[in-house]
Antibody, heavy 121, light 107 residues
Framework: QVQLVQSGAEVKKPGASVKVSCKASGYTFSSYYIHWVRQAPGQGLEWMGLINPSGGSTNYAQKFQGRVTMTRDTSTSTVYMEMTRVTFEDTAMYFC??????????????WGQGTLVIVSS | DIQMTQSPSSLSASVGDRVTITCRASQSISTYLNWFQQRPGKAPKLLIYSASDLQNGIPSRFSGSGSGTDFTLTISSLQPEDFATYYCQQSDSTPWTFGQGTTVEIK
């Protein structure tokens, strides 16, 4: 069965970097986009960007350009989301989600369990 | 960016009620509209994709309609497990954008 298992919670100081992983299993890793979506406490959903595991191309929301990098490791079927220079406003639950194929219009039908990132001084 | 506006922001309903949530896009998105359910502390769950297609495993009491800029999610007979927050989301273009959410509460 399709599974996306994310890394554990992180606590970071302002200005630090955080790297969250999302390990995929149960399907052909390179055949489906992975998206990252975050949710601040009590707030709605915010799309951060996507990575095409086949080749590694990325598409980031402008808000995160220059501060977020999405990468993949095909040998372990794992996708990573690294955010630099975190601020208190980056405190949120971060989700990875699998698209229904290779196409940005295809919806995200499988989601990871979420990784809580807390930015605190 | 395409703005997605949901209404209402919240509603109170009873088990067995018919519930309708609307979503409006700031520009035409054809039928690239998806609906998600999110329970507290859980990841979003895809209910409806392409405006009206039911995701595998989702009960048939959920249905979606619309195209262009106006869309609707309907729950035909509300069940106890349906009390949650619902989000619409457009996938016509990046950045993907979500509505602000509609919380369905028990009356």
């Amino acid at each position: 069965q399709v599974q996306l298992v994310q890394s554990g919670a992180e606590v970071k100081k302002p200005g630090a970097s955080v790297k969250v992983s999302c390990k995929a299993s149960g399907y052909t890793f390179s055949s489906y986009y992975i998206h990252w979506v975050r949710q601040a406490p009590g707030q709605g959903l915010e799309w951060m960007g996507l990575i095409n595991p086949s080749g590694g191309s990325t598409n980031y929301a402008q808000k995160f350009q220059g501060r977020v990098t999405m990468t993949r490791d095909t040998s372990t079927s794992t996708v990573y989301m690294e955010m630099t220079r975190v601020t208190f406003e980056d405190t949120a639950m971060y989700f990875c989600a699998r698209g229904q194929g290779l196409g940005a219009r295809l919806p995200a039908g499988y989601w990871g369990q979420g990784t809580l990132v807390i930015v605190s001084s | 960016d395409i703005q997605m506006t949901q209404s209402p922001s919240s509603l109170s309903a009873s088990v067995g009620d018919r519930v309708t949530i609307t979503c409006r896009a700031s520009q035409s998105i054809s039928t690239y509209l998806n609906w998600f359910q999110q329970r507290p502390g859980k990841a979003p769950k895809l209910l409806i994709y392409s405006a009206s297609d039911l995701q595998n495993g989702i009960p048939s009491r959920f249905s979606g309609s619309g195209s262009g800029t106006d869309f609707t999610l309907t729950i035909s007979s509300l069940q106890p497990e349906d009390f949650a927050t619902y989000y619409c989301q457009q996938s016509d273009s990046t950045p993907w954008t979500f509505g602000q959410g509609t919380t369905v509460e028990i009356k």
